[in-house]
């Protein structure tokens, strides 16, 4: 849940040096900064060799790829630093033309110069050479023109500014705000867009719709990370951020969807001290909801569970499918399967990742900290779309939890969504239902 389509990468000044005389020490610097920012995320294809690009991301007007960011010379063999700078900071490639904004160069706009040239020389000297030409955009003429997109830079990216802490600010929030907003361009999928596609907001500065929650992108809500319990990190503390951030798990939550991606890249290489500063950074961030309270539990679905009453529409199904792992109470097991009661991304008010991990599953991914792995199935192939409707709505009804009405039909359409997406192995999983 997140683009980063970076385009060029060069040496720390105009001219050329060899890799002999970078200071290394600038090199690991740079390896760092480009874990925090998972920059091999998005600029490696599937099976693809790291940072030789060709991943596509789909767009509202058609499909862009990612860009070969190695040294060859298919890639950033002849850039300096100041093409470099220009193109990851101001969003202007080295031929002049603005970068699509799925690559969020208004979030790199904060990044300072030391941290950029440590990415340089990682990026000259610490990745390996891949000769592999970047691919044409699919985005038909004439909305593949170049030309307009020079305008929204020009309305929409901010001026490019070295990050400055306000000089009475907690160090380590600052730290973590410098993160947040700058490299690890969190508000690029926690922020909602507008319909001119900016994020409405770039910083807690510019108001309470900064990491407030984004529309579906590929089947995965990207959820608020303000301060509220029922959708947002209200009932997290700092030491289960950092646990999360860290494992991908915490005592009640684990990871999916993008997410998933962004903990394996990077957040698990990140230091403790870093981490940290992330978590105590979002959790300085307020409610939205002025009338936001703590999640009370409700017992009474679990007591009627326990005594065999599955009367409650979707009861059955959840029995069937779901209990063994998530339990009839809701709670789950710790660090292996997450909690459903009060969980904040159950109660979001659009429920397409709920449906959608019902319909396709999910992996806990390993970390070096967590090592296991665990598997949620996809139940397509199982559930038809009323049965999952109604599943969807017990879980978001039981235990406390407070969601919308999901419909059959909603199903349907994430389902269809998905068969356009979905490998032919999972194809006939998606379709025997529909």
């Known amino acids: 849940m997140k683009a980063l389509v970076i385009a060029t990468f060069a040496l720390l000044g105009s001219t050329s040096i060899n890799a002999a005389e970078v200071d290394q020490n600038l090199i690991k610097q740079g390896e760092y900064l480009a874990r925090a920012g998972d920059c091999v995320a998005c600029h490696t294809a599937k099976d693809g060799k790291p940072f030789a690009g060709g991943l596509p991301m789909e767009t509202p007007i058609g499909t862009i790829y990612s860009t070969n960011i190695t040294p060859d010379k298919t890639g950033l063999g002849d850039y300096s630093f100041e093409d470099f700078d220009k193109a990851v900071r101001h969003g202007v490639a080295k031929n002049g033309s603005t970068l699509y ?10 990044v300072t110069e030391p941290d950029m040239k ?9 990745v390996a050479p891949v000769a592999q030409d970047n691919k044409a955009s699919d985005i038909p003429w004439p909305l593949s023109m170049r030309w307009p997109l020079a305008g929204w830079r020009w309305m929409f990216a ?11 600010a907690d160090a380590v929030v600052s730290r973590g705000a410098y993160l947040v907003e700058g490299l690890g361009h969190c508000g690029a999928c926690h922020t909602p867009r507008a319909l001119t596609m900016q994020e409405k907001a770039l910083n807690a500065g510019e ?9 579906p992108l590929e089947g995965w809500i990207a959820k608020s990370l303000r301060g509220d319990h029922k959708d947002g ?13 860290k494992t991908g798990r915490s005592d009640r939550s684990a990871v999916f969807g993008g997410m998933s991606d962004v903990v394996t890249h990077s957040m698990q290489y990140m230091t403790d001290a870093d981490l940290t500063a992330i978590a105590r950074y979002l959790k300085s961030l307020p409610a939205n909801d002025p009338n936001d309270q703590p999640h009370p539990y409700d017992k009474q679905v679990a007591q009627a569970l326990w005594k065999g009453d599955d009367s409650k529409t979707g009861a059955s199904v959840y029995i069937d499918n779901c ?11 710790t660090r292996v399967f997450p909690a459903l009661a009060g969980n904040p991304v159950l109660q979001s008010e659009d429920p397409t990742s709920l449906i959608h991990i019902v319909l396709k599953g999910g ?21 038809s779309d009323q049965e999952v409707a109604d599943v969807v709505n017990f879980i978001r009804t039981s235990w406390g939890n407070k969601g919308s009405t999901v419909d ?27």
């Open 101 to 110: 904004p799925a690559m969020p160069y208004p979030s790199y706009a904060s």
């Open 363 to 383: 992996t806990l991914p390993a970390t070096h900290t967590a090592p296991s792995t665990f598997t949620m199935p996809g139940f397509a192939w199982r559930l």
């Open 158 to 168: 901010p001026a490019v500014a070295d990050y400055q802490a306000a000089p009475d």
């Open 233 to 245: 990190l209200g009932s997290w503390n700092e030491a289960q951020l950092v646990q999360f951030l």
């Open 323 to 333: 209990a063994a792992c998530h339990r009839t109470d809701g709670h789950g097991y």
């Open 207 to 215: 108001g309470s719709a900064f990491l407030s929650g984004s529309a």
């Open 118 to 126: 440590a990415l340089y020389a990682y990026f000259m000297h610490g």
């Open 408 to 434: 059959s039909s909603d199903v349907s359409k994430l389902r269809k969504s998905d068969m356009k997406t979905t490998s032919s192995d999972d194809l006939g999983q998606l379709t025997q239902h529909n």
